[in-house]
Structure formats: C-alpha cells, structure tokens
C-alpha cells in the first residue's frame, strides 16, 4: 500500500557530476499531506496493520516461530 507522497527528482550535471535537488517547499508540502487529512489516517492505518503483522509474527505459533522450525528441519536433514 503506497501512500502517494513520492517525489519526482529531476537529475542535473554539474561538473560531470549528477546531482538531484528538490525544492525544501516541496518536501514541505509533502510531510504536511502525511501529517494532515486523510493520508494521516491511512498512515496511521498502515502502521497499525504493520503493528499486528509483526505481533503475530512473533507470538506462539506466528510465522517466525515456523521459519525457526523450518530452518532447523533443514539444517538437522544434512
């Protein structure tokens, strides 16, 4: 889930040298989209989804614990 708040960054030679510049208001302007109005809320969101994801992980039973299983299957059949 993108949250829409890339940046197009326009590259430029100087002295041979590629360099790629943005505009403070620009960066500006897209921290605010993500502090205010609806992609706050889809943010926060995604932070909470990401939060449940890595409990479960985590927790008796989770997919770690299975990874951890499956690794020693396979280290112990060779």
């Known amino acids: 889930m993108g949250l829409g708040a890339g940046l197009v960054v326009p590259e430029r030679d100087v002295e041979g040298e ?3 510049t943005i ?3 620009v960066i500006c302007e897209r921290v605010k ?3 205010e109005g609806e992609k706050e809320r889809k943010v926060k969101e995604r932070a909470q ?3 449940q994801l890595a409990r479960h992980a985590v927790e008796k039973g989770g997919s770690r614990k299975k990874l951890d ?3 020693a299957q396979l280290t112990n059949n060779m």
């Open 18 to 20: 590629k360099i790629m």
């Open 23 to 25: 505009d403070r208001g």
């Open 33 to 35: 989209e993500l502090m």
């Open 49 to 51: 989804e990401l939060g």
């Open 69 to 71: 299983e499956l690794i």
